[in-house]
C-alpha cells in the first residue's frame, strides 16, 4: 500500500535495527521512516507541528458530514467551521479540497507483542503502531495477559512493552484465573490503572480457557465495577473434541482447523455467554463475531432487548475458508485464526449486519506470526499458533468493500471504524470524534486514490498478508496522531515513546439505567413468601 519512499534517516534506522534482527525471517525490504520533526529530504511533518489548518475537506463525524475547515493545536482540535483564516506564520496548511478529513481509527481489539501458543506476535507496539498509522488508525486497545492468572504481573510487562508506543492506546485485560486475589486486581485496574473491560476466552483449552463457573464470578465482578465483559466465543471443550476428529481422521493440515471448531460451536458459545450475562444483568461485548450463527444469537439478544455488542473483524467480513485447503502451507496456515475465517457466505451475511446495527463495530484481531512461526504446526494443525494481520488494512478495506459498494455511509463508516469505539470504551468525545476539544487524531482520506496490499509493501514484521494482492479504492493520504503529521507521502514520521496510554473510566453509556432493571426485577419476585411456621 505504501509507496517507496526516499532514504531514511540514520537515527530511527539505528532504533530499528534490533527490531529488524527479530523478524529475520522477512523478505520484504525494510521501511522507510523520517525523524520526529521530519529532518531528512523528503520527510513530512510542516511547520513546527503543532499548528495545522486543513483546509476545504469534507469533514465526518458519526453524526454529520460538512464542508468545513479543522485547525489543530498543541495536539487538539481547536476549530470545525467554513472558511477559517490562515492567520499566524507558523500554521502548517493543508488542502482538503475533495478529501475526506475524518477521526483516526480506533481499532478495538489487537495483540502486540503477545505470548501466545508457544510463541510471541511478531507485530510489537512500535511495528504495529508503524502499520496502524501508515493504514489511519490511530488508537487502538490491546489485550492484557495476565502472567500466571496475576493481572498486575500482566500489567506491568505490558507496560513495559509499550514504552516504544508510537501512538494512543488502551488496555483490556484477560480473567485466566479466578480467586479473590484475582477479583481484588480487578477493581484495581479499574479504579487505578483505566481498564474498563476485561476479556473472557471460552476457548483455548488448557491456556486461557474458563470454566461457566468462573465466567459468571467474572460477569458478576464486571458488573458491580462498571466494567465491559468480553467474550472469546467458542467452546473450548468441544473444539478439543472436534480436533481429535480430525487427527483421527489423518486431517493434520489447515483445513483441519475450520474443520474442527465449525460454527455451530461459535453459535453455542455465544448464545451461553449471552444467557449468562442476562441472568447476571451486565451488557456482553462478542469479539471476533466470525459465522452467521453467533450474529444470529447477537441479534436475538437485541432484539429482546438486551444490550449486547457484536464486534466483527476484517477477514471474518471480507475473507473465505477456502485458502485453508490451499496446497502450499506457507499460505494456508496464514489463515489459521479463530474462530476461523467462515466459508463463503458469511462474510457477506456479517457485513449486512454492520451496516443495519446488528454489529456495531469493526476489530481487526491483529495478532501476526510470520512462516516460520506459522511453520510450528506444518504436521499438526493444532500447532499452528492462530491470528491474522489486519491493523494496517482495516480503514482501506472497510472503506474499499463498504463505502465504495454503498453498503454504509461516509458517517457510517466513521461510527464503526471509530466513534462507536470511542462510545463504548468510554472515551467519547476525546476520541472519534473531530469537535472542538477532541484529540487531533485525523485522517484525510483521497477517495479518488486505489490500493494494492501486499507484505512487500506493509509496516507490520510479518512476511506474509492475508490481504497479499488485494486492490481497492480510497486512500489515506495524511494520519495525523494528536496534532502531528505522522503519515504522508506514504512516509512515516514516528517518535517511539510519544504514544499516551488512554485510561478509560468505568461505567460508560451501556451500563446507563441498569439499576433501574435490577429494581424492577427484584420488585417483580413476589418473594420471599411470609408463611407461618410449617406444621405450626
Ligand atoms: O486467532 C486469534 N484470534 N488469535 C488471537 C487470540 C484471540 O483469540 O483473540
Ligand atoms: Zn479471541
Ligand atoms: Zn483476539
Redesign the pocket.
Known sequence: MATPAPAPSLRLLLLLLPLLAVAGALSHPAHEFCAVGGDAAGCGGGGDGTRILIKGGTVVNAHRAEEADVYIEDGVVVAVRPNIPVGADNVRVIDATGKYVMPGGIDP?T?LE?E?MGTVTIDDFFSGHAAALAGGTTMHID?VIPVNGNLTAGLESYKHKAAKAAMDYGFHMAITKWNDEVAREMEVMVKEHGINSFKF?M??KGS?MVTDDLLLQGLQKCKSLGALAMV?AENGDAVAEGQQRMIDLGITGPEGHALSRPPILEGEATARAIRLAKFINTPLYV??VMSIDAMDEIAKAKREGQRVIGEPVVSGLVLDDSWLWDPDFTIASKY????PIREAGHGKALQAALSSGILQLVGT?H?TFNSTQKAFGSDDFRKIP???NGLEERMHIIWDSMVETGKISVTDYVRVTSTECAKIFNIFPRKGAILEGSDADIIILNPERSFVMGAHTHHSRSNTNVYEGRKGKGMVEITISRGRVVWEDGILNLAPGSGRYVMMPPFGYIFDGIEKSDAIYRASLRAPVQRGKAGA
Open positions: 481489539h495483540h503477545m501466545f489485550f476466552f476457548a483455548y486461557l472469546h469479539v471476533h489459521v485464526m479463530s474462530p484481531d495478532c492462530n491470528g491474522v
